[in-house]
């Protein structure tokens, strides 16, 4: 069996961006490999975020993942710091990375690179999540395309690693989705569904409720020619709602589109299908919300689980380096 390990950070909310682009599939494929789920929150620290907030979205990042179906029986879902495998590996990492292959990753340089007040977390940031992977000996990734570039620099570090102190580490492989399971913001159509982007109304949440989805679906944003058909480049408007219908429904999003005359009969059929395809997940979000204790027991589960595959890789890779056992 192979392993398979992906990370999200703790924002505490989700969208059916994040849903139906990535964790459907985290879901779907729980036990058909020995999957590990991380919480990566010393991720989060390298951006601002206070101790009260980061403490709450940790837990409802656990609790929304086990909303959407992931199974503590299945998965291991854990949360990275509590690990601690997870910095000491990303510290020998480090005395394997560069400075310049570092200062390359656009993730520094988007998010402030410059500036002399960057935390130097931010910079190493690329190298814990390297350690997060190599840790579980994970043969795929499953990541959105903006996360290739760590994947390539996570390759990289695993071969050189290998090369310098012998067999050590697993040399990972990223799975990126295909273009279907983009889901763009119903108000802007021309970029991806983000809670980065400041626009309540482009944004479905997971566990909106069914009259927040149907609004949002009413009020997104189409077009005047008033033909549907699934064409992204000169309609990306009409297209993301059929590409929403054909992800809710398993269905393609061109199939989807025959059969519709007015874009109105379209958004009710979208909305329907949303709702439907998200009402299980918000009953289970609120019998978990009622039942923390359940949240709090699958993550000592998960980071105990965790703990034996990661200790394990942790010292095959100390030893190597010249560490005394
Ligand atoms: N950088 C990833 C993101 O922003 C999160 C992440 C951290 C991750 N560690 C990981 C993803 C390990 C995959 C594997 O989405």
Redesign the pocket.
Known sequence: MISV?????PSGDLHVGNYLGALRNWVAHQHDNDAFY?I?DL?ALTLEIGPDELRSRTFDTALNLLAVGLDPGACTLFV?SQVPEHPRLAWLLECTTSMGELRRMT?FKDKGGGQESVRVGLFT?PV??AA??LLYDAGR?P??E??RQ?LELTRELAIRFNHRYGDTFVVPEAAVPGVGARVMDLQHPERKMSKSVDSPLGIINVFDDPAEIERKVKRAVTDTDGEVRFDPEEKPGVANLLALLAAATDRLPADVAKGYERYGDLKDDVAAALVELLAPLRARRLELLAEPSVVEAALRDGAARAHEVASATYARAAGAIGLLA
């Open positions: 390990l992906s990370g999200i950070q991380c990566v991720h990275q993730h940031y814990l999540q997060d992977i990734v990541v959105g903006d996360q760590h």
